[in-house]
């Protein structure tokens, strides 16, 4: 079952590298290309995820080495395209926010943050789209390495031998795989039991705070481990993917809050450039606050009763 679900991510990464191209210029190629990518990560991260659990049933020293540089691959892939969408992201809520006439001027003044949306979303697009370039040419360094070309091979030999160690694979599917599915579960539910609860005020000053963020991400760093075992074992995963779109909206509205914090620290701005980007920070910490209470729906329908 593990080497099986191992060998059709495998197939599934080779299948992806093939049709990804990342001189792509626009349109189709682009398109194609973009998609391709993401077969190619989540290609990664599966095969990645699955040797971390599943560990005990691989020749460890082999797993280790390869989840190590898939882990590397896939980071240095996503970069590229988590900067195009973050500042697509801040550029629709500016637009969004500068014509919605439910929020105030800054200090009564009419049309402050119409004046300073235009200047604010030049100086995202300058900053995100220097970052973008800058991945991008990691990215191509990355892929005309010896070293991808290493993992790309590794994979290769996946797609049709899967190391397992022949003791430990020896044993029946509930002797092995859902005791080792089951750890990931106890560890995703205890960094869940960790979060600080919704709407509170002693653990969360404000919807602005940020203190809690690498909660969540390992949060959902957890999750998707947890949903790959239960791939892995053919079993329903609907409720752990929901729960995970919830966490990457999270992680999405976090990093785009964090881009516009970093943009209103840019030395000798103007005030109502500042206002701007103020007002799309404390939007995009709303965002953040509304993911975590989605996936608290998804993932603990029933609230917690206080202790007595």
């Known amino acids: 079952m593990l080497g099986t679900y191992l060998r059709s991510q495998a197939t599934a990464f080779l299948r992806a590298l093939r049709r990804y191209s990342p001189g792509a ?37 082999w797993a280790d080495g390869l989840r190590t540089e898939l882990v590397w691959l896939s980071s240095t892939l996503a970069d590229e395209h988590a900067y ?9 809520a500016l637009h969004r926010l500068s014509g919605s006439p439910e ?21 995202l697009e300058r ?38 160690d022949p003791v430990a694979a020896r044993g029946r599917l509930g002797e092995v795989l859902r005791p080792l599915a089951g750890v990931a579960e106890t560890r995703l539910s205890a960094a869940v039991s960790a979060l600080p609860p919704i709407g509170a005020s002693e653990a969360a000053p404000s919807p602005y705070c940020a203190d809690h963020d690498g909660l969540w991400h390992e949060v959902r760093r957890l999750l998707r481990v947890h949903r790959y075992a239960r791939e ?13 779109e919830a966490l990457d909206r999270h992680r999405d509205a976090a990093e785009a809050a964090a881009a516009s914090a970093t943009a209103a620290r840019t030395p000798r701005i103007a005030p109502t450039t500042a206002y701007a980007l103020g007002v799309l920070h404390a939007d995009q910490r709303h965002e953040v606050e509304a993911a975590r209470a989605d996936f608290h729906q998804l993932w603990l329908p029933e609230p917690a009763t206080a202790p007595r």
């Not at 682009?30 to 995820?49: K, N, T, V, W, Y």
């Not at 995100?128 to 091979?153: C, I």
């Not at 290769?156 to 031998?161: E, G, H």
């Open 25 to 61: 210029g626009s349109g189709a190629g682009a398109a194609e290309s973009a998609d391709a990518a993401r077969s190619l990560r989540g290609a990664a991260r599966r095969i990645s995820g699955s040797l971390a659990t599943f560990r005990v049933v691989t020749e460890s020293s």
């Open 232 to 244: 892995v074992l053919g079993e329903d995963v609907t409720r752990p993917t929901a729960a995970g």
């Open 84 to 92: 195009a969408a973050r500042l697509t992201r801040l550029m629709d």
């Open 103 to 123: 929020l105030p001027a800054q200090r009564g003044s009419a049309g402050a943050l119409t004046v300073g949306s235009a200047r604010a979303g030049a100086l």
């Open 127 to 164: 900053q995100l789209t220097l970052a973008r370039t800058r991945a991008h040419s990691a990215t191509l360094q990355a892929l005309g390495s010896a070293r991808f070309h290493a993992v790309a091979d590794a994979v290769a030999v996946l797609a049709s031998d899967v190391p397992l």
